[in-house]
């Protein structure tokens, strides 16, 4: 079992759409959760960091964390065109180890 | 504000030769990363370094080395290179006590 899985996609919404990224990993160690956006060409931006379990909000992002259920979601609403994007979930156990373990991104398309 | 630079942005480059990827941060981060991202695989670091004048080696660190003389430069050497090693190679940083890290534009390097 890979220690974390990303569906690839491709994702493709209209735009306005409500959109629901997903990953799943198996090391209970992790504790540091984050969500990159990297456009076509482009270096991976961070997006949001989350320590532990539980919701964060930043506008129109919303990252959960369920700990017991190893499972980490990307929430993106009223999804525009500029949102279309890779998006990578990472994580790690921090500590002394700074190592990021990367989903390896789903691809989203938002059709004006 | 320019974060993480990198050059050069993209390179072709003869197979059995030596070729070095630059980069440098200006945010004082004491820990650096190399990475390669390839299609459907993912990002996957290649070495790291904690802090000045320690490295570490990451998943794939075969035919790469790397050197962390100050705090702002981590250059990426390729000894001999072959076409695996063709590429797009992210530099990140993260600062002492948090994993979330910042990456540069990337070099796309072609090895024929």
């Known amino acids: 079992q890979k220690e974390v899985e990303q569906d690839p996609g491709p994702l493709s919404v209209p735009e306005g759409a409500i959109v629901s990224l997903n990953c799943t990993y198996s090391?209970?160690?992790?504790?540091?959760f984050m969500w990159y956006r990297q456009y076509s060409r482009k270096g991976p931006e961070l997006l949001m960091y989350?320590?532990?379990?539980g919701n964060k909000e930043d506008g129109r992002f919303t990252a959960q964390v369920d700990k017991s259920s190893k499972y980490i979601s990307l929430f993106i609403r009223d999804s525009q065109p500029s949102d279309s994007a890779t998006y990578l979930c990472?994580?790690?156990?921090?500590?002394?180890?700074?190592?990021?373990?990367f989903g390896k991104g789903t691809l989203l398309t938002v059709n004006p | 504000i320019a974060g993480i630079t990198q050059a050069p942005t993209s390179q072709i480059l003869a197979a059995g030769r030596r070729m070095t990827l630059r980069c440098t941060q200006d945010?004082?981060?004491?820990?650096m990363y190399w990475y390669r991202q390839d299609l459907g695989l993912g990002l996957r670091l290649i070495h790291y370094?904690?802090?000045?004048?320690?490295?570490g080696k990451g998943e794939v660190p075969d035919g790469y080395s790397v050197s962390r003389a100050n705090t702002d430069d981590f250059p990426l050497t390729l000894a001999s290179a072959v076409p695996s090693q063709t590429s797009v190679y992210f530099c990140?940083?993260?600062?002492?006590?948090?994993?979330?890290?910042?990456f540069g534009p990337g070099t796309r390097l072609t090895v024929l």
């Open positions: 945010m004082r981060h004491n820990a």
């Open positions: 090391n209970s160690a992790f504790q540091y």
């Open positions: 370094s904690n802090t000045a004048g320690t490295t």
């Open positions: 990472a994580m790690s156990s921090g500590g002394s180890n700074y190592k990021l373990t």
């Open positions: 990140a940083s993260s600062d002492v006590e948090g994993t979330q890290q910042f």
């Open positions: 989350t320590y532990s379990s």
